[in-house]
């Protein structure tokens, strides 16, 4: 493996473990552990590949695929720390989803937490392509809407 990709497999792992962290902070009490394993596994596998089939789709389409390292692991870095901080806001402030109410103060907190990731990741995507700041954000949130369609396929709305 070229010395780039270690670094690269390496935040990929640690983007798939802090999703692994984020679904048992999020699972119900009453879900078996089996369970939260098994969904957040294949979740967090799904989630990982459309990732890196965006990602390197855009990237062959632009004819940038030398940046794939580096641009790959900064996205799982940054989404894998964002997570572990998603997390933690979820677990000191907890959203009740089940029933409609007024905006809590986590909430707010997980929102902007949404904010900041998008920008994160629309920076990193603005620096590899060399585009504009919005262009660069479109593009994440592209991502985002891509892999929060295929959760909702895969899983249906719990």
Partial sequence: ????????????????????????????????????????????????????????????????????????????????????????????APVNLAEPGPMTLGAGFILALFGWNLLVLGQIVRRTFDWGVWAGMGVALGYFVCSAGLMVWIDGLR
């Avoid at 369970?35 to 965006?54: F, G």
């Fill in 1 to 92: 493996m070229p010395a780039g990709w270690r670094a690269t497999m390496a935040a990929a792992l640690f983007f798939f473990l802090s999703g692994l962290v984020m679904s048992f902070v999020v699972a119900e009490p009453d879900t078996l552990t089996g369970q939260i394993v098994w969904h957040s596994l294949r979740d967090n596998a799904v989630d990982l590949t459309l990732l890196t089939a965006y990602f390197l789709l855009l990237l062959k389409l632009t004819h940038r695929m030398p940046r794939a390292p580096q641009m790959l692991t900064a996205t799982f870095g940054a989404l894998g720390l964002l997570g572990l901080v998603l997390a933690l806001l979820w677990y000191f």
